[in-house]
């Protein structure tokens, strides 16, 4: 037998499901109504309770699942539903109408918990009348695998304005509790990673201070050492050009070829000591420039003053193709000519006995700027080194075919040289044939 209560209640989740659900109101005898709504109930995964003012079950139906009616009846709503325990005050003051709702959000339980055998097969038998909600004739309950969430809502009963007890809905919301279950373990995931990727920041600020401190220390080591060497080697230059000229006596040629070889040896320590300074100061900052107005012919006659000799002593000719006019180059003397100097060297050096050379200057493609070449019949550069030259200690792998010394420094040196003075260097090589160097810097007018 239906009682009454229950009648009504029915009714009014038959409307509001159906109206919903099929958009059309049937009129139905109680019977199929109980039916229909347990069907839909059943579907959609949701269960309810009704208690009295003593919080004990007079009305349970739905999923069973979420609420086990057989179980329900008579019981207290918190030894039904355990989660409540411990909201005793929150009931209470629903029933005393202070408290309009209680939810109780994704509740997680495991498949264990739920015995729907004898209900399923009870509800399938009272089906007859209707036909079964899926082709295989089983009532789905939608599967979260091995456990699955439940929303729990307490709400006031009422009855002619009075609230006589609670309605306890109890609804299945296992797909909306896997996401967030899965959001929340991605959330963990991300946190873990992201105290992972700090720890390690720290760790890599640490090693990167070290590294700081210790390329400092190197630069310190670079620069003192560098100094306390140049000071007893200039010594020791000047000394043997005295001894050389016959300062201290005359000397035969026998005597004056070791003194010779120890002048070259000592100018070419001088040369690395001072590059090793320069490559320190370019890395520090500390490279001053003397920017002038400087005309390009005073450039070209202080380098070809030193470098006419060595290439003459090559057996390697020297030819020079400068603009009629004179040029006003900004730029600082000194600087440039170590560049333009460094780039005739390594043109002798690399450039076979008997070669030849040429320099040339005359007006660069960037407007405002004027360009220097130079140009050799060498043995070219690698096309797969070509892109490290500039690099710090690096020679070419045919860098010693000329029997040429060099530490792997003035390239880099001249670029840095070059481009503090606003100015650009390329090159041009092809191995075998030569190389043709080229740099810029900005025009003084
Ligand atoms: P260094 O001449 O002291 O070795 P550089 O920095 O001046 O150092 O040059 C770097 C390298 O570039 C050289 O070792 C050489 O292999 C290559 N190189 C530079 N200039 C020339 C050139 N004119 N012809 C061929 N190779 C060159």
Known sequence: MVCAKRKRILTIYIRALSRTHFGIIFIL?????????????QNRGIS???????????????????????????RRIDVVLPELIGSEAELQAILDGELPRLQFPLINRSRGDR??????????????????????GEVEISDGGDSYY?????????????????????????????IQQRITQHRNELTLLRDQLARQNVRLQAANRELQQLDELKSRFVTVAAHELRTPLTAISGYTELLRDGSFGLLDERQRRPLTIIAQSTDRLLEIINNLLDVSRIETGRVQLNMCSTPLQQIIRRCLDEYHLVVKKRGQTLTVDLPSDTPLLLCDLARTVQVLGNLLGNASKYTPEGGSIHLSAGPAAQAGYFQIAVQDTGVGIPLAEQQRIFGTFYRASNADQTNAAGAGLGLHISRSLVELQGGEIHFESEPGQGSTFFFTLPLAE
């Not at 139906?61 to 009846?73: E, N, T």
């Not at 038998?125 to 079964?132: D, K, M, V």
């Not at 307490?154 to 304005?161: A, D, S, T």
């Open 115 to 136: 015995e729907t055998s004898t209900f399923l097969d009870d509800l399938n038998a009272q089906l007859q009348f209707f036909p079964p909600a899926h082709d295989n």
């Open 48 to 74: 309810y309770a009704i208690t009295d003012r003593n919080f004990v079950v007079t009305l349970a139906d739905g999923a069973p699942y979420c609420i086990d009616q057989s179980l329900a009846l008579g």
């Open 150 to 178: 439940l929303t729990i809502t307490v709400l006031p009963h009422q009855r002619y304005g009075e609230i006589t007890g609670l309605i306890v809905f109890v609804e299945d919301v296992t797909e909306e509790g896997l």
């Open 29 to 41: 005898n109680v019977e199929q109504s109980i039916h229909i709504l347990r069907l839909l109930l």
